[in-house]
Nanobody, 124 residues
């Protein structure tokens, strides 16, 4: 499967932004999708993930209540709705695919496909 992330941009703190991850190739939507981010000078970190059926989601504590991950398997799309953005959310955001595990992996080594990244910059 190939992934393409989009939707990033330069926004002010407090506004919303929605990232999209389009999947292509593969024979089914039988994989979990997560969003990771990497800020300048920092390691890549897990942000949010959703199981292949959409029944389970997981978020890093710093985005709980502000970010929502969702997916439309018929369209092979996964979204990350980001509300109340903060300057510390500034990073390159990547979507990634893992196997259809019952639990969502938070380690990037568990993922076999990655999108190219989309830059989100939040100004104060």
């Amino acid at each position: 499967v190939q992934l393409q992330a989009s939707g990033g941009g330069l926004v002010q703190a407090g506004v919303s932004l929605r990232l999209s991850c389009a999947a292509s190739g593969g024979t089914s939507s039988n994989y979990n999708i997560s969003w990771f981010r990497q800020a300048p000078g920092k390691e890549r970190e897990f942000v949010a993930g959703i199981t292949w059926g959409g029944g389970r989601t997981t978020y890093v504590d710093s985005v709980k209540g502000r970010f929502t991950i969702s997916r439309e398997n018929a369209k092979k799309m996964v979204y990350l709705q980001m509300n109340s953005l903060k300057p510390e959310d500034t990073a390159v955001y990547y979507c990634a695919a893992s196997g259809p595990l019952r639990t969502i992996a938070v380690r990037d080594t568990e993922y076999f496909a990655w999108g190219q990244g989309t830059l989100v910059t939040v100004s104060s």
